[in-house]
């Protein structure tokens, strides 16, 4: 639970500086306070959408990753409609926004399960250490 509120946190981090960046090449001058909380409505319900499509364990990784992108741009759009964010983005850039915090969240969770192999493997190898 604590690992998916952390990443739930994060993806809105890294949500909130992307937008920000966005804003800034457009010269715009500040974000609504709403807009933070709309975006971590928003990655929450992406977080559990993602959760839901990795439950259904398709056997072929890419069309797992296709139907996630498709998710989070089928989101966009409705919540780009709902909180009319198409008034000062559009539809492509914010999509393009949401393949890349994808692809970014994507990178970080590899990591993490490379961070998390080692120290199993260092278990491993300490409890091995410890029955000889």
């Keep these: 639970m604590k ?79 709902l909180f009319h964010w198409f008034t000062s983005l559009s539809f492509l850039l914010l999509a393009c926004m949401g393949v890349v915090i994808y692809s970014i969240s994507l990178f970080l969770n590899l990591l993490q399960m490379k961070q998390e192999a080692k120290e199993l493997n260092l278990l491993i190898k300490n409890r091995n250490k410890n029955h000889d």
């Design 3 to 81: 690992k998916n509120i952390v990443n739930i946190l994060a993806t809105t981090g890294i949500s909130l500086l992307l937008l920000s960046v966005v804003a800034l090449s457009f010269q715009a001058s500040c974000i609504y306070l709403e807009t933070v909380f709309q975006v971590l409505g928003i990655n929450i319900i992406t977080y559990l959408g993602i959760l839901c499509i990795k439950k259904i364990e398709l056997r072929n990784i890419f069309i797992e990753m296709v139907l996630e992108i498709t998710y989070i741009v089928c989101e966009l759009l409705v919540f780009g409609w």
